[in-house]
C-alpha cells in the first residue's frame, strides 16, 4: 500500500531562513507527486507538482521541490522563507492504478517568526 | 468564480441530527471526492466519484453517504451524527481518474457535533 511521511511535524524558523520540509513515500512503481498548503483556516492549494523529467520542480511562491527516487524523497525547500509562509504543508503520492486517489502525509506545521 | 463551492462553510449541530453538505464544480472536472481533516489535521479519502459512479469507498460508517446526481455535484449526507464525526470535510474535483493534475479543493466545511 502507499504511504507518506512527513517526518517534521512542526518547524519554526525566522524570516529569511532556509526551509526544507521533509517527505518520504513507500511505493515501487510510477507515482506521481504533490505538495499542497492549507493557510490558516483556508482551503488546500497545490504548491507544485511532479510526474517525470526534470527531478527539480520549481512551484508557486517561490517553493522548489526535488524527487530523489532511490531515496523515495520529495522534500520541499525555500531558500528563504516569509512570515506569510506560516501555513500546514501536505505532501502528497498517487502511484499507478485504477482508483486515482491522493495519499497524503499529515502535514507539517511551518512558523515563522517576524 | 468559486471552483469548487461547498456549502455550509460551517455546521453545528447535536448528535443524532441527520446533516447535508453540498459540493459544486464549475471546472468541467469528471472526478469528485470528499476527505475528512481531524483535529490533527490528517487528511483522508472517503470518497471519490467518477461521472456520478462511485469508484473510492473507504472504510467509512454507512451513516455517510455520498450522492451525486451529475458530474459536477457530489454531496455527502450524514446520518445520526456522532461527537467523533466533528472534523472539516473537504470536496476536491480532478480532472480524470488519473489526477495528473492534481486536484482542486473546495474550501472546507467544519462540521461541529455537540
Known amino acids: 500500500a502507499q504511504s507518506v511521511s512527513q517526518h517534521n511535524h512542526h518547524v519554526i524558523l525566522s524570516e529569511a531562513a532556509s526551509l526544507e520540509l521533509g517527505c518520504n513515500y513507500s511505493?515501487?512503481?510510477?507515482?506521481?507527486l504533490f505538495w499542497y498548503v492549507q493557510y490558516p483556516g483556508q482551503h488546500l492549494q497545490l504548491l507544485l507538482k511532479y510526474f517525470s523529467g526534470d527531478p527539480l520542480v520549481k512551484g508557486i511562491k517561490g517553493f522548489e521541490a526535488e524527487f530523489i527516487k532511490s531515496k523515495f524523497s520529495f522534500n520541499l525547500r525555500k531558500p528563504s522563507v516569509q512570515w506569510s509562509d506560516t501555513a500546514e504543508y501536505f505532501c502528497a503520492v498517487r502511484g499507478g492504478g485504477s482508483q486515482g486517489n491522493l495519499i497524503f502525509g499529515k502535514g507539517t506545521k511551518l512558523s515563522v517568526k517576524p | 468564480d468559486t471552483a469548487v463551492s461547498q456549502t455550509p462553510k460551517y455546521l453545528v449541530t447535536q448528535m443524532g441530527n441527520d446533516k447535508s453538505i453540498k459540493c459544486e464544480q464549475n471546472l468541467g472536472h469528471d472526478t469528485m471526492y470528499w476527505y475528512k481533516q481531524d483535529s490533527k489535521k490528517f487528511l483522508k479519502i472517503m470518497f471519490s466519484y467518477n461521472n456520478k459512479e462511485l469508484i473510492i469507498n473507504e472504510t467509512v460508517p454507512n451513516r455517510f453517504s455520498p450522492k451525486s446526481p451529475d458530474k459536477a455535484h457530489l454531496n455527502l449526507h450524514i446520518n445520526s451524527l456522532e461527537l467523533g464525526d466533528s472534523a472539516v470535510y473537504f470536496c476536491?474535483?480532478?480532472?480524470?481518474?488519473?489526477?495528473?493534475?492534481?486536484?482542486?479543493f473546495g474550501s472546507g466545511t467544519r462540521l461541529t457535533v455537540v
Open positions: 511505493y515501487g512503481g510510477t507515482v506521481n
Open positions: 476536491a474535483s480532478s480532472q480524470s481518474k488519473v489526477p495528473s493534475y492534481g486536484y482542486t
